[in-house]
């Protein structure tokens, strides 16, 4: 594809701009961009994945990036629709903004020819005096457009209303566009599209501060299969963190996704080229049940964020639980991530197959118990149990902690030493 524009039309990572056709040309030539995260959470999540793969996309495209990081924006927050944010203590801020550009960092190229600047604007904005704010800045924003943006013209006609705490947070993001293209000529900035409002904020105040026209590409919101978005607030997040989502569980989340999805995510966390994707769109049509695509989303999106040795081991364990693979081989935390989620109970070392059957929730009585190993369809670690007086032995314990139960090939348990 001849523009970088054209790639992330393709990816499907375009959903709104100020000037198509001038962003294009600015696209022909080398720009500086940035894109800003507020550390409303310790962990970025899927849905600011998207705005790191434009970045990332952008940078090797030849284009100069920014990274920013709201320490001063974070201690107001973006209005909600719904209801006020309850404010965050400056050193709970302040622990959010360097967890989060840590994780962004490791997505983004910051040596070399072209590397990429972490910045964050508290840097710029902490000593600002409230007369200088209000003097210099506050005055070329009208509340009458400022009422129009969708949340707070939701909150306006609600009974919680807004606390200009809240109010004055457009006028904060604007003050980082205009400061961003003061310092470093800044003239595009990415986000999603429902920051359009926010974003727009930057672009007015840099043409009445400045004269000068700039950009603003926002990208389509990713939702579930529910419609709903990917966020903390929404409650479906899928953390970028590997504490708060384990690797494995966010491999099988990809693994999981809907085949109507699956290509549409494709294009945007995989390099894959439009043979390579047409391949699999015409792999998920006539063979859906292989689950190619998904299998190439799930190791393209955890590499991505996680690493190949992560997206390895992630791939082991799912093979392990859900086909022939080696339960044995799996290391002690990939195996908890594995076997965190599935039903069972404790299981003490010397229990009867029959009766570990009964307290993992496979078989309701010793009898059904019973039926279920003589059928042959009782495996403990993939490994099929057909004496009916055999017992869970110390060993069965994989890294002393857990033995997984199968009945046939879907449903299993997890007995636990402890």
């Not at 719904?82 to 983004?108: N, T, W």
């Not at 070329?140 to 400022?146: D, I, L």
């Not at 900035?189 to 727009?200: M, P």
């Not at 926002?218 to 504490?243: F, H, Q």
Request: with cysteine; glycine share 8%.
């Amino acid at each position: 594809m001849s523009n970088i524009f054209d790639e992330l039309q393709w990816r499907g990572l375009v959903a709104q701009t100020t000037d198509e056709a001038a962003l294009r040309e600015a696209l022909d030539g080398t720009l500086t961009m940035y894109v800003g995260f507020d550390p409303t959470a310790p962990s970025l999540h899927f849905g600011n994945l998207v705005q790191l793969v434009v970045a990332r996309k952008l940078q090797r495209a030849g284009h100069h990036v920014i990274c920013l990081v709201g320490g001063s924006t974070g201690l107001i927050g973006d209005p909600k629709p719904d209801s006020e944010r309850v404010l965050r203590s400056k050193e709970q801020v302040a622990e959010a903004v360097a967890s989060i550009q840590r994780q962004a960092e490791s997505f983004l190229d910051f040596e070399g020819d072209n590397p990429a600047r972490m910045v964050n604007n508290l840097d710029w904005t902490e000593g600002i005096s409230a007369l200088d704010f209000l003097r210099d800045y506050g005055k070329y924003f009208r509340v009458n457009s400022m009422i129009k943006k969708d949340a707070v013209s939701a909150r306006l006609n609600s009974d919680a209303g807004i606390s200009y705490t809240e109010f004055s947070y457009q006028i904060l993001q604007g003050l980082d566009y205009l400061h961003l293209f003061r310092t470093y000529d800044c003239t595009l900035q990415t986000g999603a599209v429902d920051q359009w409002g926010n974003i727009l904020a930057g672009v007015d105040l840099i043409r009445q501060a400045e004269g000068k026209h700039v950009h603003v590409l926002t990208t389509p919101l990713l939702t579930d299969s529910t419609g709903r978005k990917y966020g903390k607030s929404e409650g479906n997040a899928i953390w970028l963190d590997p504490t708060m989502t384990s690797p494995y569980a966010f491999f099988q989340y990809f693994l999981n996704v809907e085949d109507s999805e699956v290509i549409k995510l494709l294009k945007v966390f995989s390099d894959l080229g439009p043979d390579e994707i047409k391949d699999y769109e015409e792999q998920v049509a006539n063979e859906p049940f292989k689950r190619a695509a998904q299998r190439a989303l799930a190791a393209a999106a955890t590499t991505l964020v996680h690493g190949a040795v992560a997206t390895v081991s992630a791939q082991a364990a799912s093979e392990a639980l859900f086909g022939k693979g080696d339960l044995h081989a799996l290391d002690a935390g990939t195996l908890q991530d594995a076997t965190a989620e599935l039903p069972g109970g404790v299981v003490p070392a010397g229990t009867p197959i029959v009766d570990a059957l009964i307290t993992v929730g496979i078989a309701d009585s010793r009898n059904a118990a019973r039926r279920l190993i003589g059928d042959g369809g009782v495996s403990v670690n993939n490994e099929k149990v057909t004496d009916v007086d055999a017992t869970l032995g110390a060993d069965d314990y994989l890294h002393g902690v857990v033995a997984v139960i199968k009945r046939g090939r879907k449903y299993q348990a997890a007995a636990r030493a402890s």
